[in-house]
């Protein structure tokens, strides 16, 4: 098989630090997500966080490397003081709302922006209700998903051409509101026609069960290594509409170790043990199968 008909998917699970990303992008088209860009260069990257999209495209990468991104509208300059305005941030009167507007810089030539964003009093509002119901969420948690700094306007000024193509260029005009691992996926499944896809660092669960699992945890754009695991239910379950979507294609969830009944990285994840096209195995037998 060549190396046209196999897609590699990397998560951002910490099961796959460690292994050959060269070795495994030789033999296969390899996408990754959010923070990969920082150590490596996948073929595709994928990213839907607002602020890992900006700093993936502040950084340059973009400008030569397929990047997908949830939302790219590309805006002409003129539009800018109409629209990056503090009020679009809030209603309430805040003195310190010209620091919700996060703009990149912007050189000569570069005559298109832009911008996405949430509004203050939104978060807000999402916070209060999150409380109501979840009062004895840590801190750090909270902080890290509905605190204020996740509210603002992220203004990126665009060169003329770069390699951006928008997530909601599937079928239907729209991504699904999947999360980056699950639409790596999609995308993958949908364009690059794989006879074999490989799910690789999807750990789904952390193996304490408490604490982040995540090679970027305790950097910009992640949670502290002292916040909570990530409940996996939207991960399991869109990963299956898209198993059922693509019955041609074979799956692999590909794990450090054999499958064992009480590990939480290696194991049958429960709701995917009726997929004909799903299939298990370890790093090694990845190994083996590309050699």
């Not at 109409?82 to 805040?94: K, N, T, V, Y």
């Not at 069960?209 to 909570?228: E, I, L, M, P, R």
């Not at 794990?255 to 194991?267: A, E, M, S, Y």
Request: proline share 6%; charged share 30%.
């Amino acid at each position: 098989m060549n190396r046209q008909e196999r897609c590699i998917l990397l998560g951002n699970g910490e099961s796959r630090l460690g292994l050959d990303l060269d070795y495994l992008k030789e033999r296969a088209i390899v996408w990754g997500c959010n923070a990969i860009y920082r150590d490596w260069t996948p073929d595709r990257l994928v990213s839907v966080d607002i602020e890992m999209s900006d700093e993936i495209y502040r950084s340059g990468y973009c400008f030569e490397n397929v990047t997908y991104f949830r939302e790219w509208c590309r805006l002409p300059a003129d539009a800018f003081d109409m629209l990056a305005r503090p009020e679009h941030i809030s209603r309430q009167d805040i003195d310190n709302l010209d620091s919700f507007i996060h703009e990149s810089p912007r050189p000569e030539g570069w005559d298109e922006f832009v911008m996405s964003g949430q509004d203050l009093d939104t978060m807000r509002g999402f916070r209060e209700d999150h409380l109501r119901q979840f009062p004895d969420s840590r801190p750090e948690d909270i902080d890290r998903v509905l605190g204020d700094k996740r509210a603002g306007l992220w203004i990126t000024w665009c060169p003329p051409t770069d390699k951006v193509i928008e997530a909601r260029s599937l079928p239907g005009n729209t991504d699904y509101g999947f999360a980056a691992g699950p639409l790596q996926n999609l995308l993958a499944s949908q364009f690059d026609d794989p006879k074999e896809v490989y799910l690789v660092g999807h750990d789904m669960w952390s193996e304490t069960g408490n604490f982040v699992n995540n090679v970027y945890k305790d950097t910009d754009c992640y949670q502290a290594s002292g916040g909570s695991e990530v409940p996996p239910d939207n991960w399991i379950d869109h990963h299956k509409l898209i198993f059922d979507k693509f019955p041609d294609i074979k799956y692999y969830k590909v794990n450090p170790k054999p499958l064992d009944v009480g590990d939480r990285i290696n194991r049958v994840i429960e709701e995917w043990s009726t997929t004909p096209n799903l299939e298990y195995m370890t790093h090694n037998e990845l190994y083996e199968r590309l050699n």
